[in-house]
């Protein structure tokens, strides 16, 4: 017989009850923020107290816990995983090459201003990675490149994360904001954009706020202009395609119009670079690249061949017929197993798990295809290529027990009902439940990492909810999804995924997730207040 879900522990009451359902969350909280403990260990803790609550306090059965947090570990390993695993290897080879550091000359000729490196790369490019890939490779990637051409381990870590907020409602060719549509039934082209009319004004104002968190002021005053203008190209586009083509799309285009703008930009003010944002070592004086045209492009290749990739496997023809190749596993003791219940739902349902084993159509996959053809290409001796691939396990030992601990213990958070308790006391807020519905979706995002697994978890409630308020059903799943972007930061999925692209030391770790706190709740702020302001100031109306 199904376990039926109870939201309410102990016959206590809802306030009493959230607070018990948030202490796998207060664990992590502590021992990274306070107690300044690796991410390894918040996340194997968590999941002990996790379990502690599952079974003592929801009565959830044992083998059904257990099944939830195998489950979860699993998506750890695949697909989270896979990809930060190809993302590494991609780069290694271009290091062991010697490619990278052409790739390393030709940006510095570009520009050897640190901050407009890290425009173009973090923001600009990772954004394409994002609405092409997602699931981690725009920070994986974007991280191993930026160490690459001279930043600190932190420092880039920190830039991709923040960077990574605007187009992850739209990331992975719009498989959140058609996700949303799915669970709540609502119309996906007004999803698309209601999504958009949250994150276009923070994609303009983006590019700014990552340079003032990281450099100040002092930092921005040299590059305002090409902060509007990528901000501007990436806002005006994603807000555009949104409304009027979908979500797919999104990201894409809004992307593509940034680099072209910052380049642009870049290229014709023709400023002096600044000393004092300049890598340590490099100097104001221009030289002239010893390099030749076809050495730059070999050199590029690899990440060439890794768009096109990218590009392929989100050609919906080509996708399907990879996915014929997927294994849909329904997960033992857990599918259809666990019985979600009202007010959560609007009727008792039964909660799927079934585990998606699509080696072929998996993101990570393309990347593995870039990183074969790339090391082909490149002449890799075939002993070269497998010493890479066993430094690489060797680098992700510690970051992969962080994302499988931390996905084990988001999926049986969810499963026993501790997710949905939190999530119906952040319903019960009534007229500030606009506000709060952003924070719904940014604490979905921080236990799961994924803006995806969010809007499927919160989707119902936010809809439901809305509806007995009188408020506007497409709006509040809108601020869910929107929300939820503010909560990468500082997933430890997400940050797990940095420190493996950077190799960061554990104490910069815990250092990593307090300065992307402080930025997190900021900013799941600002898409609160303009819930806020969308309902009760210009009283917008999607349905």
């Known amino acids: 017989m199904p376990w039926p879900q109870d939201y309410l522990l102990y016959h206590l009451g809802l306030g009493w009850s959230a607070a018990l359902a948030a202490l796998p969350i207060f664990t992590l909280l502590l021992l990274l923020g306070v107690l300044?403990?690796?991410?390894?260990?918040?996340?194997?803790?968590?999941?002990?107290?996790?379990?502690?609550?599952?079974?003592?306090?929801?009565?959830?059965?044992?083998?059904?816990?257990?099944?939830a947090a195998a489950h979860g570990a699993a998506f750890g390993l695949f697909p989270i995983s896979w990809i930060i695993f190809w993302a590494i290897a991609l780069f290694r080879i271009t290091e062991s090459t010697g490619k990278f550091e052409i790739i390393k000359d030709s940006v510095s000729r570009?520009?050897?201003?640190?901050?407009?490196?890290?425009?173009?790369?973090?923001?600009?490019?990772?954004?394409?990675?994002?609405?092409?890939?997602?699931?981690?490779?725009?920070?994986?990637?974007?991280?191993?490149?930026?160490?690459g051409l001279g930043f600190s381990a932190f420092t880039a870590a920190a830039i991709c994360l923040l960077?990574?907020?605007?187009?992850?409602?739209?990331?992975?060719?719009?498989?959140?904001?058609?996700?949303?549509?799915?669970?709540?039934?609502?119309?996906?082209?007004?999803?698309?954009?209601?999504?958009?009319s949250f994150c276009a004004p923070v994609s303009f104002i983006l590019p700014a706020y990552l340079i003032l968190a990281m450099w100040g002021r002092a930092g921005f005053a040299g590059v305002w202009l090409p902060c509007l203008a990528g901000g501007a190209a990436f806002a005006?586009?994603?807000?555009?395609?949104?409304?009027?083509?979908?979500?797919?799309?999104?990201?894409?285009?809004?992307?593509?119009?940034?680099?072209?703008?910052?380049?642009a930009v870049i290229r014709l003010r023709r400023q002096e670079p600044d000393a004092n944002y300049l890598h340590p070592g490099d100097t104001t004086e221009t030289t002239t690249s010893g390099y030749t045209a076809t050495q730059i492009f070999v050199a590029w290749m690899p990440y060439g061949l890794l768009v096109l990739c990218v590009l392929l496997w989100g050609y919906q023809p080509f996708q399907k017929l990879l996915n014929r190749g997927s294994i849909l596993i329904?997960?033992?003791?857990?599918?259809?197993?666990?019985?979600?219940?009202?007010?959560?739902?609007?009727?008792?349902?039964p909660y799927p798990a079934v585990f998606n084993l699509n080696w072929f159509s998996a993101s990570g996959t393309s990347c593995m295809t870039a990183t074969v053809l790339a090391a082909l290409l490149l002449r890799v001796r075939p002993m070269e290529f497998l010493r890479i691939l066993i430094s690489v396990v060797r680098t992700l030992a510690l970051p992969t027990v962080t994302v499988t601990s931390v996905l084990a213990m988001a999926f049986l958070m969810n499963y026993c009902g501790a997710t949905a308790t939190l999530g119906l006391a952040f319903a019960a807020t009534g007229v500030l439940f606009p506000f709060f519905s952003a924070l719904l979706g940014w604490l979905g995002v921080f236990l799961t990492g994924s803006d995806t697994s969010a809007n499927a978890l919160f989707g119902s409630l936010q809809e439901v909810t809305a509806n007995r308020l009188g408020l506007d059903a497409v709006l509040m799943a809108a601020a869910n999804s929107a929300g939820g972007v503010m909560g990468k930061m500082i997933s430890l999925q997400t940050i797990a995924v940095a420190a493996a692209a950077t190799n960061m030391s554990l104490h910069d770790q815990s250092k990593l997730f307090r300065f992307t706190l402080r930025h997190s709740v900021f900013l799941a702020a600002v898409i609160g207040l303009l819930a806020v302001v969308y309902v009760y100031v210009f009283h917008v109306r999607w349905l």
């Open 236 to 263: 005006s586009v994603q807000w555009s395609v949104s409304h009027y083509i979908g979500p797919q799309l999104t990201d894409i285009l809004a992307s593509l119009t940034a680099i072209v703008a910052l380049v």
């Open 163 to 196: 960077a990574n907020t605007g187009p992850v409602a739209f990331g992975s060719i719009g498989i959140p904001v058609v996700t949303l549509a799915g669970i709540t039934g609502l119309p996906l082209d007004k999803l698309s954009g209601a999504v958009g």
């Open 36 to 67: 300044r403990k690796p991410s390894w260990m918040a996340g194997l803790s968590g999941l002990a107290v996790t379990f502690v609550l599952a079974i003592g306090g929801y009565h959830m059965p044992a083998l059904q816990a257990v099944s």
């Open 330 to 349: 329904p997960w033992p003791y857990l599918h259809n197993m666990v019985l979600r219940m009202p007010p959560l739902v609007a009727k008792a349902a």
């Open 110 to 147: 570009l520009t050897p201003d640190l901050r407009l490196q890290a425009l173009l790369i973090a923001f600009a490019f990772g954004a394409f990675l994002e609405g092409a890939a997602g699931f981690g490779a725009p920070v994986a990637i974007a991280a191993t490149m930026l160490t």
